[in-house]
């Protein structure tokens, strides 16, 4: 027993060691940009992980930003098992922030059988958006890379025009999910939405590690040949990771809006479900394509986006170059062997 | 009735020429145009005008998938030209302005492109790195960089410079920019390196069979870090013709994923770079009538939805082109034994 838990901490000292590894470089080149930007990187950086974990309140609003990106890395992670390039998260978040909020903020339910309606409309419209790009990867061999990017942008004005129709009294976001339709508040922005959000990442856990199914979806996406032999549909597997992808994606829209205090509701311009499709990506590599990797990575990544305000208003550095750092995480995690090539350089 | 039969034969020659040649894609497109436009000419639509704005759309996306055909043909796929449209728009802006130079400004926008891709080629090339996510990662680092940029520099994510646009070579019949021009010589030249020289051979024997380019003496690496760079150079032509050539200014999100249909006018294309900028001014041509009509029937079509039509010609392309040909090696680092 043991044995088993020291062989299964070494294991995971590689790939734990490779994703601290590009976080550093990721953080380094951002500290380079401040300096050049005539920003002090070391103030910035108090300022942003004292604004992110340092206090409880603090933690409280790290993990409000991590629980969309939990799933949002779901989505590209299943793709990766499946050997797909799923960036579609994105629209699947906007249209399944739709769902939650006509189910939510429209159409009066029970108390409890509401919240749970919603939520599962959410998931439901992000699985219907997820669904083209994936018939038309089997059927017509279209790279996906280019149809979820396109389907993104449709989804952006499709949702757009959606708001302006579920519009309440303000015009500018959709009608605030009824009282029966929220998550409770636990403290600060964080609802209980989050406690649904990690029973997923288990579930896709267990459905990868742990059936069968996900067994054959991933040797469809390590080896497809080997799986074509073994009489495994690649094509299964790809509408799987599809729908898996999507379910997580929806449900990411629907926390945005049944777990959003204190709008409760999705905006016009997107605004409180932008970009989380897109940081999934990031989230999923440094979570080693791992659903419980991911919950972890959105942790950490979480605290960037709660401490980049803290960080803006205190030492003048502008939020957005978390996004910078991001993405010099996700070149740095794409390099197989970066912490080897550098060890052998510096040795 | 001879002579006819003997004309008839000559045609089906010519034509099965050309299928052999396999120009008859856009060959038949042209036509479909000219059809459409003598149409449209009837139906009281104003030409010129279509045409001006089919160019302005073909410009950036034609620049940046004849770059990146010969970039994968060498057998590196650059998903990351959205993110090189972004940042070579605002690099340009930002030289451009201080210069005091709009043509300066493309030119240096096209080096920041030219960076950019040698760059994602060294990472490619001697990190093997997985290159769908390294050009991910050029993409969301754009996302940050540009508005980060804009406010540290500006202090606005809003910029307008009509003083430094750059001109028109002419303006009659139809506004026609310089770019616009370079982007038509590039194919042209990119076709003929390709398909008619000796290092464009070693480019396609770069991307199909590298171990035998190697075994011929001829550096797979160096072969790749070019047409990554040259590729780079060009999108970042186009990004900076985003920017100075045709909005006389930047927005944050100013290529609104341009830079993902340049690659699917690419895999339409089949990797072939006249082929590119001839989808590429389909598309634009497309986006172009469809926006014109659209705004003809704005009381009944709402804005949202003139909007998603550039997206959704692309999705009806690639659905009717499906899977694209790709070179054996495209995607895999080449090692060495």
Not at chain 1, 163 to 186: F, N
Request: glycine share 12%; with cysteine.
């Amino acid at each position: 027993m043991i044995n088993r838990i020291v062989k299964g901490l070494r294991d995971l000292a590689r790939p734990v060691g490779q994703s601290v590894f590009a976080v550093l470089v990721g953080l380094s080149i951002g500290a380079l940009i401040m300096i050049i930007s005539g920003n002090n990187p070391i103030a910035a950086y108090y300022a942003l992980f004292k604004g992110a974990f340092g206090s409880l309140s603090g933690w409280l609003q790290t993990l409000t930003f991590a629980t969309p990106l939990m799933l949002t890395a779901i989505t590209f992670a299943v793709g990766m098992k499946a050997g797909i390039f799923n960036i579609g998260a994105e629209g699947q978040v906007y249209i399944g922030a739709v769902g939650a909020a006509w189910v939510g903020g429209w159409i009066a339910l029970p108390a409890g059988l509401h919240v749970a309606a919603a939520t599962a409309f959410g998931m439901l419209f992000g699985v219907l958006w997820a669904l083209p790009a994936a018939l038309l990867k089997i059927w017509r061999g279209v790279h996906e890379v280019i149809s979820t990017i396109m389907f993104n942008w449709i989804a952006f004005y499709f949702a757009i025009f959606l708001v302006g129709h579920l519009a309440g009294e303000r015009a500018e976001l959709t009608k605030p999910a009824m009282t029966s339709a929220r998550y409770a508040v636990l403290g600060e922005s964080l609802t209980s939405v989050i406690f649904v959000v990690i029973a997923l990442c288990i579930l896709v856990y267990i459905l990868l590690w742990r059936t069968r199914t996900g067994y054959e979806l991933r040797l469809a996406g390590s080896n497809p040949d080997a799986a074509r032999y073994a009489g495994i549909s690649v094509r299964r597997a790809i509408l799987i990771s599809f729908i898996v992808g999507g379910l997580a994606a929806g449900l990411a829209g629907a926390a945005q809006v049944l777990g959003g205090h204190p709008s409760w509701a999705l905006f016009k311009g997107m605004g409180n479900v932008a970009n989380y499709g897109f940081m999934g990506i990031g989230i999923a590599l440094i979570g080693r394509n791992h659903p419980i990797g991911g919950i972890f990575a959105a942790i950490f990544y979480g605290g960037l986006l709660n401490g980049r305000i803290a960080m803006q208003a205190e030492a003048g550095v502008y939020s957005e170059l978390v996004y910078v750092i991001l993405g010099i995480i996700i070149i740095s995690l794409a390099i197989p062997d970066l912490l080897a090539i550098v060890k052998k350089r510096f040795k | 009735m001879g002579k006819m039969c003997l004309d008839f034969k000559k045609v089906s020659k010519i034509f099965a020429h050309f299928q052999r040649k396999k120009f008859s894609v856009p060959l038949i497109g042209l036509a479909a145009i000219v059809i459409l436009l003598y149409g449209l000419e009837q139906a009281g639509l104003k030409i010129p005008s279509l045409i001006e704005m089919s160019l302005l759309v073909m410009t950036p996306l034609g620049l940046a998938a004849v770059g990146e055909s010969i970039n994968q043909k060498a057998g590196l796929i650059n998903i990351g030209l959205e993110g090189i449209f972004l940042i070579s728009a605002v690099i340009g802006v930002y030289a451009a302005v201080k210069i005091g130079s709009g043509v300066l400004g493309v030119l240096i926008g096209t080096l920041a492109g030219a960076f950019i891709g040698l760059l994602f080629a060294v990472i490619c090339v001697y990190g093997r790195a997985n290159q769908i996510v390294a050009g991910m990662g050029i993409n969301i680092i754009a996302i940050g960089f540009v508005p980060f940029f804009m406010l540290t520099v500006w202090r606005s994510w809003l910029l307008t410079i009509p003083q430094f646009q750059i001109s028109a070579l002419f303006y009659n019949p139809i506004r026609l920019q310089p770019v616009t021009v370079l982007a038509i010589i590039a194919a042209i030249l990119a076709s003929i390196l390709l398909y008619k020289t000796l290092f464009g051979l070693r480019i396609r024997a770069a991307g199909e069979k590298p171990e035998a380019v190697d075994v011929a003496g001829v550096r797979v690496d160096r072969i790749r870090l070019f047409t990554a760079t040259l590729g780079g150079a060009l999108c970042g032509l186009g990004g900076a013709f985003l920017a100075l050539g045709w909005f006389g200014g930047i927005v944050k999100e100013i290529s609104a994923g341009r830079g993902f249909i340049a690659l699917a006018c690419v895999v339409c294309a089949g990797l072939r770079p006249l082929r590119a900028l001839g989808f590429a001014f389909m598309f634009g041509f497309a986006e172009a009538l469809a926006v014109t009509i659209a705004i003809l029937y704005k009381d009944i079509l709402p804005e949202n939805f003139i909007y998603m039509i550039p997206y959704i010609v692309t999705l009806v392309a690639v659905i009717i082109v499906g899977k694209a040909m790709f070179p054996r090696a495209i995607g895999k680092p080449y090692v060495r034994e």
